[in-house]
């Protein structure tokens, strides 16, 4: 069996896994704006910009106020590399499922945190786990994919349509058959996180937990599959 672009399958490459991954995140990403406090959580860009954009403007207090997550999120990239080291790898076993099942666990959490007072610590155990999701999980096949930001995701399978019509690329085509899914599924994980939240406000975020969960169970019906064979 293979994956995308014909190298052999692994299930933290697959379509379907990052499918989940980026549906979860693009749910994470409207119940943090929609139910805890505005903001954007999985992605630091707008955390930099306001951080460089207050401090210019002497706003201090405001501009420190965007430092905890992107230092969470620098903790999150160091903690997945952590789990990866050969030595840690043989204890845990599965690293990329221990990555996983972290980014599970810190969610339950969020999830029994009343929004309000906790919403900033929120946006930082979100970008914490985003960091450790990006860094565990960054292909499909053998194309490089961000389950959680987009722009880069958009301009490589915009490059890989115009691949595939103008130059008859064929592995350009087999690239944006995997792409676009995988973009699509953020749009819907935030659609879906937006009715969510809407309707079951903080614990809202456990819908998330369950995609992540179902991400999981993959890996397990997985080595069943490869028992049998």
Known sequence: ???????????????????????????????????????????????????????????????????????AFVIGVWTAE?????????????????????????LVLVGLMPSGGSDELVAVMIAFVASVQITSFGLIGRWTFNTTVTTTNLRNAAQAVYGAVVRHDRDAAAQARSLWPAIGSFAAGALLGGLVTARVGDRAVWVAVVLLLAGLALFLADDRRRGRS
């Open 1 to 71: 069996m293979t994956e995308p672009g014909g190298v052999p399958y692994r299930t933290s490459r697959s379509l379907r896994l990052i499918v989940l991954l980026t549906m979860a995140a693009g749910f994470l990403d409207a119940y943090t704006f929609l139910g805890r406090g505005g903001v954007f959580a999985t992605a630091q860009t707008g955390n930099v910009v306001l951080l460089g954009v207050q401090a210019a403007q002497a706003q201090w207090a405001d501009a420190l106020r965007h430092l905890p997550p992107i230092v």
């Open 82 to 106: 952590t789990i990866r080291l050969p030595r840690v790898a043989a204890v845990l076993r599965w690293p990329v499922r221990a990555a996983l099942v972290l980014e599970i666990l810190v």
